[in-house]
Structure formats: C-alpha cells, structure tokens
C-alpha cells in the first residue's frame, strides 16, 4: 500500500488567476481572458471551454459561444452570440454593450491543484 496521496484540489475562480476584457459588435459580445501567469495557461485551456462557458452564462448568452486559443499572448477569447438583447441601439438593458459579462467570466469557479 502506497503512503502517497493523490494530489489534493483546490477550487477557485478565474479571477483569481486570470483578468478579463469585454468588446461588443451588434449582439455579440467578445470576451478575452488573459492568465497572469504563464503556469496557469494549460489549466485555464483544460478547463475555461466553450462548453464550460455557455453553461456558466446561460443566463445572458443566448447563442453558440466560440473559443479561440492563442497561447503566444496566454489568452483565450470568447465570442458570444446572441449575448446582448439585441445590441447597443436596439437593446433596453442594463448594460447594452456586455461590459459586465468579463466580470461573470471571472466569478467562474475552476479546479486547481492545491499548493503544498
């Protein structure tokens, strides 16, 4: 029997490791993360999907959510459809050009290796 352990996990948000920028065009909102440390690339690309992300804006994003990967700058961006009511001159709401949506972004919660 081993007396090692399985490393052990940590959950966390992306705010914690990452900062966020949010664009628009009509209703499609561009959000690019960008990691503040290199060592946190592989994790924010394993885990921050398209997937992981349509399910965690569900809310605000009615449409497909593509992912570009562009790891020379430690980024990802996301491009959101359907995100923004209609967009800037059509929409009634709140915030019309989806500034908000790169702080929800970063209230994603991810798992991390804990520190030892």
Same mark, same amino acid.
């Given at each position: 029997?081993?007396?090692?352990?399985?490393?052990?996990?940590?959950?966390?948000?992306?705010?914690?490791?990452?900062?966020?920028?949010?664009?628009?065009?009509?209703?499609?909102?561009?959000?690019?993360?960008?990691?503040?440390?290199?060592?946190?690339?592989?994790? =924010?690309?394993?885990?921050?999907? #398209? $997937?992981? !992300? /349509?399910?965690?804006?569900?809310?605000?994003?009615? %449409?497909?959510?593509?992912?570009?990967?562009?790891?020379?700058?430690?980024?990802?961006?996301? =491009?959101?459809?359907?995100?923004? #009511? $209609?967009? !800037? /001159?059509?929409?009634?709401?709140?915030?019309?050009? %989806?500034?908000?949506?790169?702080?929800?972004?970063?209230?994603?919660?991810?798992?991390?290796?804990?520190?030892?």
């Amino acid at each position: 029997m081993s007396t090692e352990s399985a490393p052990s996990r940590s959950v966390r948000t992306l705010h914690d490791i990452a900062h966020c920028r949010a664009g628009d065009k009509g209703d499609t909102s561009i959000l690019s993360l960008f990691v503040y440390r290199e060592e946190d690339f592989e994790l =924010v690309v394993e885990q921050v999907t #398209a $997937g992981a !992300v /349509t399910a965690h804006l569900k809310d605000t994003v009615r %449409g497909e959510v593509t992912r570009h990967v562009l790891p020379q700058l430690g980024a990802l961006q996301f =491009v959101c459809a359907h995100a923004l #009511a $209609g967009g !800037v /001159t059509t929409s009634t709401a709140l915030d019309t050009h %989806g500034k908000a949506l790169s702080f929800a972004l970063l209230a994603m919660p991810i798992e991390s290796k804990a520190a030892r």
